[in-house]
């Protein structure tokens, strides 16, 4: 049962230009959501996150938006670089007690041209 | 001055073989993961150590052990490999308390033959 779902595979932009990745989820239970970013060979790093208290989270060229109602978060870059191109994955968690523990969707390649 | 740090990278090895996977960070983090990522690319979690004790115990076959020798490694053992064992195996760890990123290592490419 796939609750965190990322169903476009891939997506190609050009640079300078904004790149959205949309994730959806299915559990209303999930209160916290994540974007981790993976190149090649490597593993996930953390990107952003943001609450379910909240609908926009920024960071530098990174905002996240919540839509709690249509249980939907995407990512924005804007504007996106080459070095953006990578794998991302969105991840959510709900309150379990003290440790959390995260659900991830298959992830979305992100090609930026340069 | 890596932050968390597995080995091997690379693990090829015969059905029926018993392996070992390290994990060690130097983050001063108090809690620590172990990810499988299949052939489908889900990451999901199996298992999840604080302070030296299991957290979290997903439906993993009792095949696969975790051993945590102290709050800075979190070690994977597999008795009896088998084909659908093939996959990417993640560590990761972070600070206890809900919502805190969690930092993986670079994975460890286990190869069933």
């Known amino acids: 049962d796939q609750q965190v779902k990322q169903n476009s595979p891939s997506l190609s932009v050009q640079e300078g230009r904004i790149s959205i990745l949309n994730c959806d989820y299915t559990?209303?239970?999930?209160?916290?959501f994540l974007w981790y970013k993976k190149y090649p060979a490597e593993g996930p790093t953390f990107l952003i996150s943001?609450?379910?208290?909240?609908d926009k989270n920024e960071d530098g060229r990174f905002t996240v938006f919540l839509n709690k109602s249509a249980k939907h978060l995407s990512l924005h870059i804007v504007p996106s670089q080459p070095g953006d191109s990578a794998v991302y994955f969105c991840?959510?968690?709900?309150?379990?007690?003290?440790?959390?523990?995260?659900?991830f969707g298959k992830g979305i390649t992100l090609s930026v041209r340069p | 001055d890596t932050a968390v740090s597995q080995t091997p990278k690379y693990l090829v090895t015969q059905m029926g073989n018993d392996k070992s996977i390290k994990c060690e960070q130097n983050?001063?983090?108090?809690?620590m993961y172990w990810y499988k990522q299949d052939s489908k690319k889900f990451l999901k979690i199996m298992f999840s150590?604080?302070?030296?004790?299991?957290?979290i115990n997903e439906t993993v076959p009792n095949r696969f052990s975790p051993k945590s020798p102290d709050k800075a490694h979190l070690n994977l053992h597999i008795n009896s490999l088998e084909l659908g064992d093939s996959a990417v195996y993640f560590c990761?760890?972070?600070?206890?308390?809900?919502?805190?990123?969690?930092?993986f290592g670079d994975g460890t490419r286990l190869s069933i033959l």
């Open positions: 150590y604080n302070n030296k004790e299991l957290i």
């Open positions: 990761a760890s972070s600070q206890t308390g809900r919502n805190q990123p969690q930092h």
């Open positions: 943001i609450s379910s208290i909240k």
């Open positions: 991840a959510a968690s709900r309150n379990t007690g003290a440790n959390s523990k995260l659900t």
């Open positions: 983050l001063g983090h108090d809690t």
């Open positions: 559990n209303s239970m999930f209160d916290y």
